[in-house]
């Protein structure tokens, strides 16, 4: 296998598909195609916290060259440039995956392949961790599970990592009811994993899960901009979204504090071995 890294320098489900997405797999790896730029500015980051948890538990150290499945513009993988890694991005989406190369190529450790949790294209037995973040409710489970065990090293793990928005306060909860009002089809995909799932994805092997807790807080713009990163939501020039906008606007009038709202997440992380 040819060499995956450049050499330069800077700081810096086990689910049962449903029909719906059976048939939309294919479409699935463009669904961002049109909301990178709002995906890189308004989706949440993951708390730092996971680092020190996969490398107490799990022996991540530095040395270990981990595969972001689903990386989609970096978000995760920034995560773990600034930790110290050696990251190489999977992804299949092209406007995603290049506005990832243009973010994080200046670092020397980050490389991008276009492929799929199905087929990622790497080496069998060349990667010590997979991590897949906000991105496993995309897999075909099965294949995906056989091609991570095919690319990890002996002893590998995976972590399956993942922001669950919160529903506690008023704000999160008009939010809530805005999206269910409005999304195209937010239903039919499900966007969250369970311990369930994660058991029988790991399954024979142990997992564990810990919970993580993370925030944002945005002006009236940013809160558009969350609201429009997300798949299911009307993207601008489409039917709907003007009445979207409409919605937002009446629910941060509402209730900003001195113009700001928040966004609480618990982040799931699910982590084991596959061997």
Not at 141 to 148: G, I, M, P, S, Y
Not at 153 to 172: C, H, M
Not at 216 to 223: C, I, S, T, V
Not at 227 to 238: E, F
Request: no cysteine; aromatic share 10%.
């Amino acid at each position: 296998m040819r060499s995956i890294f450049k050499r330069k320098r800077t700081s810096y489900q086990f689910i049962n598909l449903s029909t719906y997405q059976l048939i939309n797999m294919t479409d699935n790896t463009k669904r961002f195609s049109n909301r990178v730029e709002d995906y890189v500015k308004y989706r949440p980051g993951y708390p730092t916290a996971i680092i020190g948890y996969l490398r107490q538990q799990y022996g991540l150290t530095t040395d270990k060259l981990v595969a972001d499945v689903g990386a989609g513009t970096g978000i995760s993988s920034a995560m773990l440039l600034n930790a110290g890694y050696k990251v190489v991005a999977v992804e299949p989406n092209k406007e995603m995956r290049e506005k990832a190369i243009d973010l994080l190529s200046p670092d020397d450790r980050f490389t991008a392949v276009d492929g799929t949790a199905e087929a990622t294209g790497l080496a069998a037995g060349s990667i010590d961790a997979i991590i897949s973040a906000q991105a496993f409710h995309w897999f075909d489970v099965v294949q995906a599970r056989a091609e991570f065990a095919r690319i990890l090293k002996p002893g590998g793990i995976v972590a399956l990592i993942w922001n669950e928005r919160k529903t506690t306060t008023p704000f999160e909860q008009e939010y809530a009811a805005l999206i269910t009002k409005h999304a195209s089809d937010y239903v039919p995909i499900d966007q969250r994993i369970d311990t369930e799932k994660a058991n029988a994805f790991f399954a024979p092997q142990p997992m564990q899960m810990e919970l993580f807790q993370n925030k944002q807080e945005f002006d009236k713009d940013g809160l558009i901009g969350r609201l429009a990163s997300s798949s299911y939501m009307p993207a601008r020039g489409q039917q709907g979204y003007d009445a979207m906008i409409t919605g937002i606007d009446a629910l941060f009038n509402k209730n900003n504090d001195n113009g700001l709202v928040s966004i609480h997440y618990d982040t799931r992380v699910y982590a084991g071995r596959l061997s």
